[in-house]
């Protein structure tokens, strides 16, 4: 696979996406230079964790690193810490570093992940506003997370979730504030939604959806939000959880294809060849959803950092997605495999147990399914997802059923 001509490959970010293709590139074969520059101090650490155990506990976070500090210089890798890529000279090959150090390459790799949106008609009125994205951000919020704190998320996407549980489970007095009908509802059908909410619900945290913020303001320091409706929240802090944004920069100043995210072909190549993306920041074509997207999940950063280190070396095998996510609230583990909301929905199981699947069907194909503590099915869930099979209903209904059958085309 290893294309001799290559004496020197950059990678700029040292999230989940750098370091797997760092890593990818030594397993391969590789033998030439890497430098993997991040602009963050910490050498690269995993990011889920920062909203469920390393948010809860900072035992957790000192585990999250994916690899021992040594490994770096073991592997002939140069970790370049605390000095972010300021610009990309595509023509001469060389990235200059915010310390003004030039490196050359022969192939780039950008992985400069996403940053969170900010919620800046709060910020303006010089109220403390709090986000969640990196290792820092989790260390500056966990002391405020303290029994009776009152946190106000804004917010109920996957993430904003996730802090809300985690808040409850150190005794904050939790309230989310979402402007969409319910929560989790680009991720999740409105079936799988309402049980989301219930469980936050019997754990005490309170939820507005459908709510429109009609003042913020800063009182003593303080955020003061008012809802439509009257309500008037007067928290100890606020978290917002409204989204992220990719890190293009780099990218549009040196004039590479940009469009909501850094334009890649299926082998990751972004307009120059010489210069690949992936994970969170770059945008390519799903061929499983059928469209040119960006997506924010681990696994998706994984698999895809992994073709892009091999497609440097000048292997040709194209990038497939096999969309996947988890999310862990209270003693819930979420999967969702493929589509989280079709035009059908088929239950296997009873939610009252929390222990269930919610099929998606288009069409009367499996296109998506989400589970509730049923990771054991991970696999023949993922097959059927993949293969968009049609499964008579009542079947797939009934938890009687072999799954592993179903999977396997066997009744
Ligand atoms: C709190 C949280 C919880 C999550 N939980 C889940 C989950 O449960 N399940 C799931 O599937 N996914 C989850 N995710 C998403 C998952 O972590 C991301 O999809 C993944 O981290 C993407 O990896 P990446 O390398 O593309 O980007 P990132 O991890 O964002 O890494 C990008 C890195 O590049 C650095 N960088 C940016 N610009 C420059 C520059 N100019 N020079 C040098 N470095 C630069 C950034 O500082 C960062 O370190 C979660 C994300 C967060 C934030």
């Not at 963050?40 to 976070?61: C, F, I, Q, T």
């Not at 936050?200 to 507005?208: F, L, Y």
Request: charged share 25%; hydrophobic share 45%.
């Amino acid at each position: 696979m290893i294309n001799n001509n290559i004496e020197n490959i950059v990678i700029i970010g040292g999230g989940l996406a750098g370091d797997t293709a760092t890593a990818a590139l030594r397993e391969a074969g590789y033998t030439g230079g890497i430098q993997l520059v991040s602009d963050e101090l910490h050498r690269p650490y995993d990011r889920p964790p920062l909203s469920k155990a390393a948010l809860l506990a900072p035992d957790e976070a000192a585990k999250i690193h994916f690899r021992a500090a040594e490994w770096y210089a073991e592997n002939n890798v140069e970790l370049i810490l605390g000095d972010g890529a300021a610009k990309l000279d595509p023509a001469a090959h060389q990235v200059t570093l915010r310390s003004g150090r030039v490196i050359g390459y022969d192939k780039l790799l950008i992985a400069t992940g996403t940053r969170a949106r900010r919620l800046r008609m709060l910020e303006t009125t010089g109220a403390p506003v709090f986000y969640l994205r990196s290792l820092d951000d989790c260390e500056a919020l966990r002391p405020l997370l303290v029994p009776g704190a009152k946190i106000v998320l804004i917010g109920a996407g996957v993430i904003g979730m996730e802090v809300a549980a985690t808040a409850n489970a150190l005794g904050c007095a939790v309230t989310v504030v979402e402007l969409a009908p319910r929560v989790m509802a680009r991720s999740v059908s409105p079936a799988v939604s309402g049980f989301i909410a219930d469980c936050h619900r019997e754990h005490g945290v309170t939820i507005h959806c459908g709510a429109k913020i009609t003042g913020m303001h800063c009182v003593n320091g303080r955020a003061v939000l008012e809802l439509e409706g009257g309500i008037r929240l007067e928290p100890d802090a606020v978290i917002a959880g409204i989204g992220a944004e990719p890190i293009t920069e780099l990218a549009q100043e040196a004039g590479l294809r940009v469009d909501d995210g850094i334009i890649i072909d299926r082998f990751t190549r972004t307009s120059d060849p010489d210069i690949h993306a992936a994970g969170d920041v770059a945008r390519f074509e799903s061929v499983a959803r059928g469209q040119h997207i960006r997506a924010e999940h681990w696994r998706h950063a994984i698999d895809q950092a992994t073709c892009a280190a091999h497609a440097m070396l000048g292997a040709d095998t194209a990038y497939e997605e096999r969309p996947w996510v988890w999310s862990d609230q209270y003693d819930l583990n979420i999967q969702i495999t493929g589509e989280g909301t079709g035009d059908t929905e088929i239950l296997r199981g009873d939610p009252a147990t929390k222990s269930f699947t919610a099929f998606q069907l288009r069409e009367g194909r499996i296109v998506g399914a989400i589970s509730i503590n049923q990771g054991k099915w991970k696999r023949p869930i993922a097959e059927l997802v993949h293969n968009q099979a049609r499964i008579e209903p009542a079947l797939l209904a009934d938890p009687n059923a072999d799954i592993k059958k179903l999977a396997s085309g066997m009744k």
